[in-house]
């Protein structure tokens, strides 16, 4: 009760496989802000907060997440 749950996750829409960096295929689900609320409130969190980052990296956008449980 009253933990916080932070998570990223890549921004975009849809779904890929990539063997990038680690020579292994990985699975990845991209995710918009709006949707994702959705989530969290299905999943019970009380509150979060979503920022949006533009990075440097191959994939440059980027969701940061920190959810809430409730008291």
């Not at 890929?16 to 709006?34: D, L, Q």
């Not at 994702?36 to 956008?61: K, Q």
């Amino acid at each position: 009760p009253g933990g916080r749950f932070a998570f990223s996750l890549k921004r975009g829409q849809g779904e890929s496989w990539s063997s990038a960096k680690v020579g292994a295929p990985r699975y990845f689900c991209y995710w918009e802000p709006e949707p994702l609320e959705t989530v969290l409130a299905a999943a019970g969190f009380a509150s979060w907060t979503i920022d949006a980052a533009r990075t440097g990296r191959a994939h440059p956008d980027w969701l940061y997440v920190i959810a809430h449980a409730p008291a």
